[in-house]
Nanobody, 123 residues
Framework: QVQLLESGGGLVQAGGSLRLSCAASGRTYSDNAIAWFRQAPGKEREFVAAINWNGALVDYADSVKDRFTISKNNANTVYLQMNSLKPEETAVYYC?????????????????WGQGTQVTVSS
């Protein structure tokens, strides 16, 4: 069983930056794709970014492209650097691990989820 723990959320002004971290415990997920999703109050959980098992391939939602960067520095930690944040991006951000090495924008493809970290962007 893998456990994911997000950190790095907080309160930031519009235009500011935050870096989220997702750390795994229980086992490494060096062979698994990892993604970030977010869920705002009253809205569905939506895809933000994903990275494949070796970090060579990444994918971003159109709304965050050129502002967010997903990366991984070793087998157990994935980051989401978020720049130029907007108030409408206030949400709980979740990391998720897939059972396979390829990423997807579909949340049903992810088997393990963290508890989420709150990001609040003030205007």
């Amino acid at each position: 069983q893998v456990q994911l723990l997000e950190s790095g959320g907080g309160l930031v002004q519009a235009g500011g930056s935050l870096r989220l971290s997702c750390a795994a415990s229980g086992r490494t997920y060096s062979d698994n794709a990892i993604a970030w999703f977010r869920q705002a109050p009253g809205k569905e959980r939506e895809f933000v970014a994903a990275i494949n098992w070796n970090g060579a391939l990444v994918d971003y939602a159109d709304s965050v492209k050129d502002r967010f960067t997903i990366s991984k520095n070793n087998a157990n930690t994935v980051y989401l650097q978020m720049n130029s944040l907007k108030p409408e991006e206030t949400a709980v951000y979740y990391c998720a691990a897939a059972s396979g090495s390829s990423y997807s924008r579909n949340r049903s493809q992810y088997d393990y989820w963290g508890q989420g970290t709150q990001v609040t962007v003030s205007s």
